[in-house]
């Protein structure tokens, strides 16, 4: 199985700040065939279901601000939050999906 | 855009079963891979099944191979998990998801489960 460890566990930043969330998989990520990473970035905002900020390390999903970027490759994964708004508020998941079990970070609680 | 609405969370005692559905609308339902997430109290998100399109590949995660059966039924464009000999550790709240492959892009409200003597 992979497992995905995420860090650091919370992380309190100002309005406007730059935050950064980091992942590592005990396998690399990368498929030989398509050069692609297979690594997710969920936003879980209080009573709301999560939404899928990054898919493939670094592409934004439809609709997610441009302060949202992913970058990494094989193990090593970064989400970084720039100039933080207040709706930043949540818990950021990353999450492999190379293989079944699809396994998930342990999550990073943002706090302003 | 689609839209996914999960129903069937209930109050159970351990042993007892329970059928979680998903209804999907807004496009077409056939052409998704669907999942099943759950969040235990306190906890973070955990995969559980999921199932293609026509229904020819099915995963589940190890705790719960052989008592739960995920399944589907593309012309009622809804999704099924049936839970049998529920656990206490089972209490979460489960979410559907839909999305390409085994990378979930949408994902419903979610539905509350808990078992409790």
């Known amino acids: 199985d992979f497992v995905m460890t995420q860090y650091p566990d919370s992380l309190a930043v100002s309005l406007g700040a730059r935050a950064t969330i980091n992942c590592r998989s005990s396998w690399s990520l990368l498929s030989r065939s398509n050069k692609r990473n297979y690594l997710a970035w969920f936003q879980h905002r209080p009573r709301q279901p999560p939404r899928l900020l990054i898919s493939w390390a670094s592409t934004r999903a439809s609709g997610v601000p441009e302060r949202f970027s992913g970058s990494g490759s094989g193990t090593d994964f970064t989400l970084t939050i720039a100039n933080v708004q207040a709706e930043d508020v949540a818990v950021y998941y990353c999450q492999q999906y190379f293989g079944a079990p699809l396994t998930f970070g342990g999550g990073t609680a943002l706090e302003i | ?117």
């Open chain 2, 1 to 117: 855009e689609v839209h996914l609405a999960e129903s069937g969370g209930a109050l159970v005692h351990p042993g007892e079963s329970l059928r979680l559905s998903c209804l999907v609308s807004g496009s077409p339902f056939r052409k998704y891979w669907m999942t099943w997430f759950r969040q235990r109290p306190g906890k973070g998100l955990e995969w559980v099944a999921n199932i293609k399109q026509d229904a020819s590949e099915i995963k589940y995660v190890e705790s719960v191979r052989g008592r739960f059966a995920i399944s589907r039924d593309n012309g009622k464009s809804s999704l099924y998990l049936q839970m049998n000999n529920l656990r206490v550790d089972d209490t979460a709240v489960y979410y559907c998801a839909a999305g390409a492959g085994y990378l979930v892009e949408v994902w419903g409200q979610g539905t509350t489960v808990t078992v409790s003597s």
